[in-house]
């Protein structure tokens, strides 16, 4: 009986507790990327840039997509999800351009958090876990060169405030749209 169920139970390919704990971790820093991007989006709002705070309010949405993707990973591999608390965004911008440096820089150390934790899947050999990263790191490439696109145009509008409204205007464009394809 015990050789049955040792048998049974190697068959299902379980995460260690270091990778449930490092995926966790994930879930609670993309909640409080989404409050990071929500403050963000609130000063926007307090300088009256409302295409500016429409572009942080979409960004916070994609990121509970992205705490709602690990979750779910987690549960499918039979884990189990800790929400912790979620520490207290910044919210004392100087102006616009240093919000972006600040989404910019966040980003980054997104993308060293996930490099890190697909480390620890590549020595587990954890190939589901590594796809699923790659996902993530592949979205990271988009989601750093918007940031720093922006910052680039918001330098040039240097001076020139009917060049920032243009840019406000544009920004209020941006829609949520979840992504749909099957890595998604
Ligand atoms: Fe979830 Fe913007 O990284």
Request: proline share 2%.
């Amino acid at each position: 009986m015990l050789i049955i169920m040792f048998l049974f139970m190697g068959g299902i390919s379980m995460l260690s507790e270091k990778l449930i704990a490092k995926l966790n971790e994930q879930v609670n820093f993309e909640i409080y990327s989404a409050y990071t991007y929500l403050s963000m989006a609130s000063y926007c709002e307090s300088i009256d840039l409302s295409g500016f705070a429409n572009f942080f309010k979409v960004q916070s949405q994609e990121e509970l997509f992205h705490a709602m993707k690990f979750y779910d990973y987690i549960f499918q591999k039979n884990g189990t999800v800790t929400l912790e608390q979620i520490e207290k965004p910044h919210s004392d911008f100087d102006n616009i351009l240093n919000v972006f440096e600040a989404g910019y820089e966040h980003e980054q150390m997104v993308t060293s958090r996930l490099y890190k934790i697909a480390d620890i899947a590549t020595e587990e050999k954890e190939h589901s876990t590594i796809g699923l990263l790659n996902w993530f790191i592949n979205e990271q490439v988009e989601e750093e060169n918007t940031f720093n696109t922006i910052i680039k145009k918001i330098r040039r509008c240097e001076n020139n405030s009917a060049a920032l409204y243009m840019l406000d205007d544009e920004l209020a464009t941006r829609v949520y749209t979840p992504p749909t394809t099957t890595n998604a």
